[in-house]
């Protein structure tokens, strides 16, 4: 089974709809980040919280809001989209005290379109 | 305001050649340096790491370069394969210095690699 896992994968929705997306990992990481994907601009940051009490603003959280409900799970809501939300949007973990590298894992992704 | 800088150009190279991608940045110190690959649809996966104090770093067919005087890391594939086509981002980190906020990464917009027999 996938360490992240991200639901939907896919959503078309309309414009002015409240949309969640929900990240699930089971890799016991405590940092989590949500990012959008636009062909030429690459990864932007929404939103990370690095424990469960913990949510920080990213470059481009305007729009978005996020809910963290456990270790496991980090949701991220459009309260109201707009078309210029139309994104591929990937979760991600990582663990900076692992023996690692603090590199990142990444969810398989979501495409949201929004009419 | 910090500027990461990857070729919008897809490299196109034939089978068994070294591809040779760079990543420039601005107004940024980095202490580490990520490289991850992605393939159509799917997310990025990690490749490799270099810190600041290392000029070079190598994993089987890979290797990465870091300049920090140039502020510049190179990536090559050698001996390219097909299965090698792919999107290659650079992620910049700020270290422990950073407090806090350590990991928070910053990512190029990636290079498109693709690799013909």
């Known amino acids: 089974d996938a360490d992240v896992t991200q639901t939907p994968r896919n959503r078309i929705t309309k414009t002015g709809k409240r949309i969640m997306l929900e990240c699930s990992q089971t890799?016991?990481?405590?940092?989590m980040y949500w990012y959008r994907q636009d062909p030429g601009l690459g990864l932007r940051l929404i939103y990370y919280?690095?424990?469960?009490?913990?949510?920080n603003k990213g470059e481009i959280s305007d729009g978005y809001s996020v809910s963290r409900q456990a270790q496991a799970k980090f949701s991220l809501s459009l309260e109201s989209a707009i078309p210029n939300q139309t994104a591929l949007y990937f979760c991600?973990?990582?663990?900076?005290?692992?023996?690692?590298?603090?590199?990142?894992?990444f969810g398989p992704g979501t495409r949201l379109t929004v009419l | 305001s910090q500027k990461i800088e990857q070729n919008s150009e897809a490299l196109n190279i034939q089978e068994g050649k070294t591809a040779t991608l760079t990543c420039n940045y601005t107004?940024?110190?980095?202490?580490?340096l990520q490289w991850y690959r992605q393939d159509p649809g799917r997310g990025p996966v990690f490749l490799l790491l270099?810190?600041?104090?290392?000029k070079e770093k190598r994993k089987e067919r890979l290797k990465v370069t870091f300049d920090t005087t140039l502020k510049q890391s190179l990536f090559h594939i050698t001996a390219s394969q097909p299965a090698d086509s792919a999107t290659y981002l650079c992620?910049?980190?700020?270290?422990?210095?950073?407090?806090?906020?350590?990991?928070?990464?910053?990512f190029g917009a990636g290079t498109q690699v693709v690799v013909t027999p």
């Open positions: 991600a973990t990582s663990d900076p005290t692992g023996q690692g590298y603090n590199e990142q894992f």
């Open positions: 890799k016991g990481h405590d940092r």
């Open positions: 919280s690095f424990d469960v009490k913990d949510i």
């Open positions: 107004n940024y110190s980095p202490a580490y």
């Open positions: 270099i810190r600041e104090n290392e």
């Open positions: 992620a910049l980190d700020g270290g422990p210095s950073q407090g806090d906020s350590w990991g928070k990464l910053q």
